[in-house]
């Protein structure tokens, strides 16, 4: 639960600013994406006489571009004396992707807001709005909207429904509470284009995707610690014609196993293997498994990045003949 008192001195902060600058993590998903805009919106109809700039290191991807205001996303920031920041589902700052080319934005001195629903949040700015039980940052947006009065447009539904979709998994995750659906609900009301975000986010996929997830499922092997794993090269990236992006949603498959205690992807990017993992199971912590491998996330669903590239490993064993 977010404490009210921390929301309050939040919009205090904000009244304060110049400008207000808001940010999302890297390679945006649509929780990303839906808090980075709604909020972004929010803050325009709240503070009319503040420049709002919104940002981003990445492109958001293909299927999310129906949201309105993508083509504001603007990738290099330029702070500026009287500048309030606000991070959105970012759980530490090199998630960003920012923190080397711009850690000014990190600084001690700086005003800024984070507002994030990861457990692994490592509270990095003025005020942390952090709140683990939230399903995603688009549900703590819309929350704080209504905590503060603010006006939730049908736009700014539409961004917000996306995220709370999307982090979900379409309303199918274990993460689906009550209070998820309370919130579909409130944006509904406010009309939020449901259809539209189906069409776009669950409806569609290009044939470069369907190649991809062709590619992920193909190669499919089960280990010995009850593990659906899958992985895809830079090799295969370029095969399908597909970018990273492409892959979100793959993993669903995998989990659909019976009996996994886990399901893994491992992918290969810019010199690094990022793992994303997933479990169904209440027994299995896959963020204890990341933090292995520096990474982190949600009990349920969490990613690691490691340098190097993938090496595969073909494993044979001498049986005795009985045919
Ligand atoms: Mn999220």
New binding site residues.
């Given amino acids: 639960m977010l404490n009210l008192d921390d929301i309050r001195k939040s919009s205090e902060l904000l009244s304060r600013g110049q400008r207000l600058l808001v940010f999302c993590h890297a390679n945006p998903?649509g929780?990303?994406v839906g808090a980075l805009l709604g909020m972004s919106f929010l803050l325009e109809a709240a503070y009319p006489e503040k420049p709002v700039i919104i940002l981003c290191k990445d492109e958001p991807p293909e299927t999310l571009k129906f949201l309105p205001g993508t083509e504001r996303i603007t990738h290099e920031p330029r702070m500026q004396e009287g500048d309030v920041l606000l991070f959105l589902?970012s759980a530490e700052p090199k998630l960003t992707g920012l923190h080397e080319s711009h850690a000014e934005l990190f600084a001690d001195n700086v005003q800024s807001i984070n507002i994030d629903?990861h457990p692994t949040n490592s509270n990095f700015a003025r005020i942390n709005l952090i709140d683990p039980n939230a399903a995603?940052?688009c549900e703590i947006v819309a929350m704080i909207a209504d905590v503060l009065g603010w006006d939730i447009t049908s736009d700014i539904a539409t961004c917000l429904l996306t995220?709370v979709y999307t982090?979900t998994g379409g309303l199918l995750h274990s993460n689906t509470s009550v209070q998820v659906y309370r919130t579909v609900a409130r944006l509904l009301r406010a009309g939020a284009a449901q259809q539209e975000i189906v069409k776009h986010v669950f409806r569609t996929a290009k044939p470069s995707t369907l190649k991809l997830w062709g590619r992920v499922l193909e190669k499919i092997s089960i280990t010995e610690e009850g593990g659906a794993v899958s992985a895809v090269t830079k090799g295969d990236f370029a095969a399908t014609g597909a970018d990273y992006s492409e892959l979100t949603g793959a993993i669903d498959y995998l989990n659909a196993v019976p009996g996994m205690r886990f399901s893994m992807i491992l992918s290969e990017r810019d010199g690094q293997v990022k793992g994303s993992i997933r479990t169904l199971r209440d027994d299995v912590d896959v963020a204890e498994m990341a933090g292995k491998f520096d990474g982190g996330g949600h009990k349920k669903a969490a990613g690691f990045a490691l340098p190097g590239k993938l090496k595969s490993e073909v494993r044979w064993k001498v049986v005795e003949d009985d045919s």
């Fill in positions: 998903d929780d990303a589902d629903h995603s940052a995220g982090d």
